[in-house]
């Protein structure tokens, strides 16, 4: 199985930007889909952003359709998430997440592998 690591989260200004990373061991990241979810306190986790196992494929969550960016790198078994833009509701704790397929890129049930989070926090 695949053990995920993020990392890049930290304290920012509202209009900041931040690049999370998810480094992959254990299975080359390019047998998975992938995919960001972000949970702030007291709200459930929710999804952010999916990547086809190629890249070719990208979705994302409506609140960050154009401020984020997912990306991948199987070569060196990375997944990246650029944030820009940031706004205070971005603040959350953000996890990397790996499965096997992207019928249900959205829902956290899809995903068999998580990682520890990285947490955000956007001050206004």
């Known amino acids: 199985q695949v053990q995920l690591v993020e990392s890049g989260g930290g304290l920012v200004q509202a209009g900041g930007s931040l690049r999370l990373s998810c480094a992959a061991s254990?299975?080359?990241?390019?047998?998975?889909?992938m995919g960001w979810f972000r949970q702030a306190p007291g709200k459930e986790r929710e999804f952010v952003a999916h990547i086809s196992r190629s890249g070719g494929v990208t979705y994302y969550a409506v609140a960050v359709k154009g401020r984020f960016t997912i990306s991948r790198d199987n070569a060196k078994n990375t997944v990246a998430l650029q944030i820009n833009s940031l706004k205070p509701e971005d603040t959350a704790v953000y996890y990397c997440?790996?499965?096997?397929?992207?019928?249900?890129?959205?829902?956290?049930?899809?995903?068999?592998?998580w990682g520890q989070g990285t947490q955000v926090t956007v001050s206004s």
């Open positions: 254990g299975r080359t990241v390019s047998t998975y889909t």
């Open positions: 997440a790996a499965g096997y397929s992207s019928s249900f890129y959205a829902n956290r049930y899809g995903y068999q592998y």
